[in-house]
């Protein structure tokens, strides 16, 4: 059985503007069908547990409900029911203010630019563009070459 490279970028929302969000909903669901490639956690300690954090939601409880194998907006609509129908705004652009400004280590952004074969000028240090590359590059090795 061929596995899946989660594509779905960190700095994707959907419709409730929770950064990340979509990823870890791409990230479990292959999980949950047997289809996640072995070098991606369900939900790492990374982006996956901040957002856990942020939002309060326990990782068993939500493993649980993605058991369900719920569609992006039925996790949306679980996530408000969680929250009691509304998303504390203040937290909400906390978060994302969190993902959008977390910068890998040196010693990672110089692995994945190097892996990618672009220079390191100093120029790339933001986190999500950096998985970008990293998922894209993996992409490329275990599915078009």
């Known amino acids: 059985m061929s ?7 960190s700095g994707t929302c959907g419709p ?6 979509p990823r870890l909903w791409q990230k479990v669901s292959l999980d949950v069908a047997g289809k996640l490639n072995a070098e991606y956690p369900a939900i790492g300690g990374g ?3 901040m957002l856990l954090d942020a939002f309060g939601l326990n990782k068993e409880v939500f493993s649980a409900f993605m058991q369900s194998k719920p569609t992006y907006p039925q996790l949306e609509a679980w996530l408000l029911e969680q929250k009691g129908g509304q998303l504390d705004q ?11 400004g977390y910068n890998h280590t040196d010693d990672t952004r110089k692995e994945i630019l190097a892996a990618n074969g672009i220079e390191d000028n ?10 970008n590359l990293d998922d ?3 992409f490329h090795i275990n599915v078009i070459r």
Do not use: C, K, M, R
């Open 122 to 131: 100093g120029t790339l240090l933001d986190a999500v563009n950096l998985n």
């Open 90 to 100: 203040a937290a909400l652009e906390a978060f994302n203010a969190s993902v959008l």
């Open 47 to 49: 982006y996956d547990q």
């Open 16 to 21: 409730l503007g929770i950064l990340h969000l």
């Open 3 to 9: 596995t899946i490279i989660p594509l779905i970028s």
């Open 136 to 138: 894209w590059l993996g």
